[in-house]
């Protein structure tokens, strides 16, 4: 295909306009204004990519629903063991458990870790080496656009004296929650017998890739909002459980807010603390064995938090069970109650009350209040790096690091940069900066 003769892509005001569009496109149509950028180089019928960023999914998808809703993770990652970063691969893939001819290129720019877009030609002659390069171009514009548009895609520094306890205690504890859920649902995989083995062991591919991206986000540490609606935190919850049912017996069922107390505005910290307790109890009742179903409830109650999560297991369930997840401290952390009710015979319930209000930041902790983004800021602050070389070092626009070092100053109620420095070397910030391999 001569891409000169294509449409008019030998006009450079027709490139440009495409990746002014590209650079402009919102992260939910990204993949969609690049389908129509390409529709002229490659007959198509859907986009899929594959990305190691972003925290919810690995896979998103553009175009004909029966084909990208059938593409699973492991068939991508199988692809991107072909396709290397900047070098376009043609060839026939198995996809949406078809082999078909597929055109893949991978992106890797500064602060990813990389995406693959596959797109599976619709007929008509296999794309040549200019078009090919064409496309691998626009897809380093679209990765370039998604990684500025995902937060999770940012560096974190997290190893400030004030975070380390806490912080690395939390994220061993997530990862062991996480780690539990995917073993969890590995063995519900195996212990199905309505699966024939070439089904099982892709679909424990697909499951082992997808957690392997949930455990790099919680490491990561997922960036969140300071407050959600308790319908999409909710939401947050069934997508977090929805692993332990997928592939096993057990059946879960969710009950959450709906109406004005789902529009209801409640602090993420209480969100998440909430998440976490079902994940732990849910691991929990399920290792106790003889559980066939769990309900997750959240009610919005005056001034707090309501969730329950009941079970039809044996009754047997003790409240020192939920010890291995520090459940109770991690409740209490936040000003909570966690309360466990087993009777023998009729199952277990676990009740979880959390305030409505984010728990005041601790005394011996002025600098608690930032986020791990300030405190990347603040730590180029303290070495006397001014904007322009903060935004560098932090691969960031001068904007963003005016806006960042703003809330800083607002939220140590300071007023100029120096106080901040001086807080936080009072508060115990190193004074030069850790060398990491």
Not at 133 to 151: E, F, G, N, S
Not at 169 to 192: E, F, K
Request: proline fraction near 6%; include cysteine.
């Amino acid at each position: 295909m001569d891409v000169m003769a294509n449409g008019d892509w030998g006009d450079p005001r027709r490139a440009l306009s495409v990746a002014a569009a590209l650079m402009q496109a919102p992260l939910k149509k990204v993949l969609s204004t690049l389908s129509d950028a390409l529709s002229e180089l490659v007959a198509h019928d859907a986009l899929v990519m594959l990305t190691g960023d972003c925290p919810k999914s690995a896979t998103w998808s553009h175009g004909d629903a029966g084909l990208t809703e059938a593409v699973t993770t492991a068939e991508m990652s199988q692809l991107a063991t072909h396709v290397a970063v900047g070098r376009p691969w043609y060839d026939r893939a198995l996809l949406a458990g078809q082999a078909r001819p597929v055109l893949a290129v991978a992106s890797a720019p500064p602060g990813s870790a990389g995406a693959l877009l596959a797109v599976p030609t619709a007929g008509g002659p296999p794309p040549d080496a200019a078009v090919r390069a064409l496309v691998q171009r626009l897809w380093d514009l679209a990765t370039l656009r998604i990684v500025a548009l995902l937060p999770s895609a940012e560096p974190v520094n997290q190893a400030a004296p004030w975070m380390a306890s806490g912080e690395r205690a939390r994220i061993v504890t997530d990862l062991t929650d996480t780690h539990a859920a995917t073993l969890t649902s590995l063995i519900g995989l195996l212990r199905n017998r309505g699966l024939d083995d070439a089904t099982a062991r892709s679909t424990a591919v697909d499951l082992a890739v997808s957690s392997l991206i949930e455990l790099r986000s919680v490491g990561d540490g997922e960036r969140l909002p300071d407050e959600e609606s308790a319908g999409d935190a909710f939401g947050r919850l069934t997508d977090m459980l929805g692993l332990l049912s997928r592939y096993g017996n057990v059946r879960l069922e969710f009950s959450g807010p709906a109406g004005d107390p789902a529009r209801r505005v409640i602090p993420s910290v209480i969100a998440q603390t909430a998440r976490t307790a079902a994940r732990g109890t849910a691991l929990t009742m399920l290792e106790q064995g003889g559980v066939g179903r769990i309900r997750v409830s959240w009610r919005i109650e005056d001034g707090e938090l309501c969730q329950v999560v009941r079970d039809d297991g044996p009754g047997f369930l003790a409240g020192d069970a939920l010890a291995v997840h520090r459940l109770a401290d991690r409740t209490a952390a936040v000003g909570g109650a966690l309360q466990v009710d087993a009777v023998p015979g009729w199952g277990t319930i676990v009740t979880v009350r959390l305030p409505l209000a984010a728990p005041e930041r601790r005394r011996n902790d002025p600098l608690g209040g930032l986020n791990p983004r300030e405190l990347d800021v603040l730590e180029q602050l303290v070495q006397g790096r001014r904007n322009r070389a903060i935004a560098a070092q932090l691969r960031i626009s001068e904007h963003t690091v005016k806006f960042h070092v703003a809330k800083i100053l607002r939220k140590l109620d300071v007023t100029s940069r120096g106080e901040a420095v001086a807080l936080a070397l009072s508060a115990g910030f190193p004074a030069s900066l850790a060398l990491t391999s």
